[in-house]
């Protein structure tokens, strides 16, 4: 078992299927975990159920998309835990069914805003703190269809084109400081365990290896869970 013994997890979206199971496996293995989301009755229940002392635990009802606040609250998990060593990025959403010609400019508003712009603010607030520490784990969840597009889903696959490109230029730019970062593509999220997709425990699996030391080198993949 992969012990995360004083290591610091950012968890966002910490309240959907995966977070919460994130949030539970992570730390089980002794990780502190600061988690992020955007419903406070969701997040309550949610450290109800972990029961972890308050020393281990921070957490934050916040928009992702409001850069400031996000800087804001990377320097209060900083100052609380004195680093910062993960992020499990799990917002997200999806829009489609339309032809791009149907596509309103709103929905590629709301999943540029859902997808590249919280990363692109989590990665400015978090990845200079990531590779201050000399060692640090960064993971999203993404979709199958994302290097080849079905149809009828450009604003969510564009969105999240980019920001899988983030991920991959975080990659590259932290390489030098054992810090990596990964993309987990998964086909459909099977939260109801009917074996239509990748369940959340199989997520989470992945995860874990990818923040074992025999993964150090595993950085900048997209890992097929589908």
Known sequence: MTSLKDRVFVITGATGATGQTAAR???????SLALLDNDQVKLDALIKDLNLPEKRLFSKIIDLRDGAAVHSAAEAVTVKFGRVD???HLVGGWVGGKTLADTPASDFESMLGQH???????F???GPRLAANKWGRVMIVSA??????????AAYTAA??????????????????NVTANIIQVKAIDVKGEGKGTTPNEIVASMLYLCSEEAGKVNGARLPLY
């Open 25 to 31: 496996q992570f730390s089980a293995r002794g990780a």
């Open 124 to 126: 400015r607030a978090l």
């Open 160 to 177: 999240k084109a980019a920001q899988e490109n983030l991920v991959l230029n975080l990659a590259a730019e932290l390489k030098e400081s």
């Open 86 to 88: 993960g992020l499990i």
């Open 144 to 153: 199958s269809t994302v290097p080849n597009p079905p149809g009828k889903a």
């Open 116 to 122: 590249a712009w919280t990363t692109f603010h989590l």
